[in-house]
């Protein structure tokens, strides 16, 4: 169904390691892009989706997960990666005694962030599911 498992894999980690960039402003650009996109998308939706019956028919199976959960998971995602960064922070070295302590904060913060940021893209696909006008 979703084609080679491994070349989707592989564009996954991708995807994740360009949104998980220490460039704040890479970092801000997506989370203003992606809040626009989202807030654009419910204004077509509200608006226009009673006129196109066919808009249904289009979005179905991954164009639906593109549409309805991305924005607001990448805008949730950059956010949370924006907020819990420190910027004046020295990089720590990979070595040393408390380095495990360290690298476990950070994963345990990393993976709360994209639980957190998951949840706002299937709310947001939830509700856009529920507010589609019934034909």
């Known amino acids: ?9 592989a564009r996954i980690n ?3 390691e360009a949104l998980a960039t220490e460039n704040h402003t890479r970092r801000l650009s ?3 892009v992606g809040a626009r996109v989202t807030v654009l998308l419910w204004g077509f939706h ?11 028919a289009i979005l179905t199976g991954r164009g639906l997960m ?3 959960f991305i924005p607001p998971f990448v805008t949730v995602y950059c956010l949370g ?7 004046g922070r020295e990089p720590e070295s990979k070595g040393g005694m408390m380095s495990s302590y360290a690298q476990m904060n950070d994963s345990n913060r990393d993976w709360k962030i994209m639980i957190l940021a998951a949840v706002a893209g299937v ?4 509700l856009m ?5 019934i034909q």
Not at 1 to 9: D, I, L, S, V
Not at 123 to 126: C, D, G, K, P
Not at 129 to 133: D, H, I, V
């Open 46 to 56: 509200l608006g226009f989706s009673a006129r196109l019956p066919m808009l249904e």
């Open 66 to 68: 593109i549409t309805f």
């Open 30 to 32: 997506l989370i203003v």
């Open 81 to 87: 990666k924006h907020l819990a960064s420190k910027p």
């Open 1 to 9: 169904m979703w084609g080679n498992n491994e070349k989707n894999e």
């Open 129 to 133: 599911m529920f507010t589609t006008p």
């Open 14 to 16: 991708a995807s994740m």
């Open 123 to 126: 709310v947001n696909a939830f």
